[in-house]
């Protein structure tokens, strides 16, 4: 099917924000997993809400596709246009419009990204926690309910947003909620779209809560014998209630990695990274009770640090994982995908997920948001290998199904996109019919990111 | 309309768990608020999932209205049975099903109430913090969006809840989320459900976030000579980050209310009551840092306690603070509401509603969960009395439009029900659309609490 009477009218009303060239198209047809590309028709480069609204109504007109597009860094495929249709690229819309201060909350339009709200932040004391691994908009953030390694502390997307601007799937404008802390006022729309993934409309603004800088920081390491000895360590620290800032873990391959990678010489071990914050005191006290229950667990070549260079410094060989990764086959293929799991299964999730690793043909990294029970694997196979491809695909699902098995979920932070949709069915049984209903129900004749998040009937 | 055929085989099905009785038909009409009976045609008393299950298939197929009950202690009219129907009766689930002191998480039946899931928690060092002010059941709780006066620190029922079990509008039972900690999988079902009043369907199981016990707790109170310096006091405590369990303002009318009722002589200003929790040195730390910020904002009379029975009595006077003010006119009717603002507006909200009562014939104490923006009111009003009960519900407009225009909602913790619908059309405006789409999608007969929370067309 081609849009082509719907693209000439977008062309007309908005003339050179909207492309059809192929290098445009390209840009906005594949995101940062491995799904293979999937064009749309034209892209528009929306620059106010208004835009969005017309455009998405035009687009229900002619029942053509549309595919909210932020910095295109997903994971599993959110923005590949499957059914075609138009990319509405957000990231134009980038102004930062009331920051309150007293209420530590701000309303942001949606293409502003994470690092740019922060660095806004920075000489007001105040910041924003939610930070997945790349450069990401907070409307994006927002619509695959990210999270990140501070998730542990200050929660993910779901806990960080108070109020939404959406533009439904009829191209009207709405707002989900307040910038009330809370409310019992009707159905939580606002939480509906968190997470949405585009497909009951595009988030135009937010309204964000906003966190105070600690008065201190400080980072650490922390070595095992094994992984069940660190996830023992993690168990112990949030049943004990420090509020680690972050509590990160990598297995011994993604140290070693790292090693290769950045010709550093870390004890090839797993690894937990930490990060403290609070009062003076309140740090101190954090770190001593830690490192307690970390030596009773078997931990060692413990190490703290309390000024920036030195904590970033520490934090470095995290940070590298999936360049170190990469690099240890060059030519392969990347896949990331996650699980999250209730803390009490992580150590075994974590092992069996690394002993099928020892059966196949594929290597792979570990590294987990330890604290939320959530971890990633960052695997590589030929992607000339049927066999390596294969088998990968087959670890994704042990994973998956291992986790829900567990309690758990399919996803922990990076969405079902494309790429999980048949998970989502394992995972959620008949509440798959209540998700439909409500889909048929905002988007009635749907063209609001397509083939995402749902399977296929 | 009535339901004789339904009932009879509902009566066929569950015998005596079935009544007909005017008396239970009574103990099913009424809530704790002001609002009218208004008798279910019967009541089930249910004791397992799968016959609340049953009970709504059978409703269904002859449209007959069903409504949750848990303990009836809502305020907003949720469970009068405006169009008849059956009343469920969910508090004799009242089972703890599993708890997992590892992941600090609970499941447990929707008629648990949270006093006893507090008291079966006791010895394992673990608490439910979510405590509106009456004995209410976990499942009503949920269904309401409740919270209390740790809603500052450990947030409400929107940030407690896992997972539910719910029976749809179809008879389905289904679950809404996992055990895991954060998920990316899907649309938000639990925030759905969360809030939805019973309009989409009935909560029967729940998995609940735990919290540890903190090592200490101490109390405290603190006097001011106006509510804008107690006002300025709880937003410099936000704004600090000072982990506070509890900040609850008592304005000046409450304090002499409670002298009153109890014969006791506290100092009548308007009272900062608090709660500090965790480390000994935390809490000693927390106690110096609000000092600090309360003397500085004009705070005197500051008193602190640490051992239980000093902290239960230094709260008395805000516990008493309901059958207080009902006590100053015996007769009168009792009419609580509730709003909650951004916190900067909290002051000048508290005020102009202070006034507002000064100008009027209703005698009205008001209370706040301060730390979160949120305030009540309790007014007084002879029922006899058309210029008073016209006078209370003027009050009751007039804060409610000043809450939403300051960004604010309608209701902070007490939800919609029969009350305030009118006021969420207000606040929601467009939105309101959404909210009818979802309800009609989940509930396409209209049989779930119907004329509840959204207002009639």
């Avoid at 595919?67 to 059914?83: D, K, N, Q, R, W």
């Avoid at 030596?295 to 703290?304: E, M, Q, R, V, W």
Wanted: hydrophobic share 40%; charged share 20%.
């Amino acid at each position: 099917m081609t849009y082509a009477n719907a693209i000439s009218i977008l062309k007309n009303r908005f003339g050179e924000q909207l492309s059809t060239r192929m290098a445009d198209r390209e840009g906005h047809g594949k995101d940062e997993g491995g799904h293979a590309p999937m064009l749309p028709d034209a892209v528009l480069r929306a620059s106010t809400k208004n835009e969005v609204a017309d455009a998405v109504r035009l687009c229900a007109r002619y029942r053509m596709p549309v595919i909210p597009f932020g910095a295109g860094t997903s994971l599993e495929g959110h923005i590949c246009a499957v059914h075609g249709g138009l990319s509405i690229d957000l990231s134009g819309m980038n102004r930062i419009l009331a920051l309150n201060e007293t209420d530590q909350d701000v309303r942001v339009e949606a293409g502003v990204t994470r690092q740019t709200l922060n660095t806004h932040l920075r000489d007001k004391g105040l910041f924003f926690p939610v930070d997945p691994g790349s450069e990401c908009t907070l409307g994006g953030m927002a619509a695959t309910r990210a999270s990140g390694t501070n998730a542990v502390r200050y929660g993910t997307m779901r806990e960080q947003v108070l109020s939404l601007e959406v533009v439904t799937a009829d191209g009207e404008l709405i707002e989900t909620g307040s910038r009330a802390r809370k409310s019992a006022a009707g159905l939580d729309l606002t939480h509906l779209y968190i997470g949405s993934e585009g497909t009951l409309g595009i988030i135009t603004e937010l309204s964000l809560k906003l966190h105070g800088i600690p008065e201190k920081l400080a980072a650490g390491v922390c070595r095992f014998p094994n992984l069940g000895a660190a996830t023992d360590t993690v168990m112990a620290t949030i049943q004990m209630g420090i509020p680690v800032s972050r509590i990160e873990l990598l297995d011994e391959l993604s140290i070693r990695a790292v090693n290769q990678h950045a010709g550093t010489s870390h004890l090839e071990a797993p690894t937990l990274f930490l990060e403290f914050g609070g009062t003076a005191a309140g740090v101190d006290e954090q770190i001593a009770t830690f490192t307690d229950l970390a030596l009773a667990c078997g931990g060692s070549h413990i190490a703290f640090a309390d000024n920036q260079e030195d904590i970033n410094r520490m934090w470095h060989a995290r940070h590298q994982l999936y360049y170190a990764t990469r690099a240890m086959a060059p030519g392969k293929q990347v896949v990331t995908t996650d699980v999250c799991v209730p803390i009490s299964r992580l150590g075994d999730c974590m092992a069996e997920t690394r002993a099928d690793f020892e059966k196949s043909p594929v290597m792979a990294t570990m590294l987990g948001h330890v604290g939320d029970g959530n971890f990633h694997t960052i695997m590589l196979a030929d992607p000339e290998s049927a066999t390596e491809i294969s088998a990968m695909e087959w670890l994704n699902e042990r994973m998956v199904r291992r986790a829900i098995d567990m309690g758990g979920t399919c996803t922990g932070e990076h969405g079902i996109g494309l790429g999980k949709r048949t998970f989502l069915a394992w995972e959620k049984g008949p509440a798959l019919t209540l998700m439909r209903q409500v889909k048929t129900a905002l988007d009635p004749h749907g063209i609001m990111n397509p083939g995402k998040m749902l399977p296929d009937r």
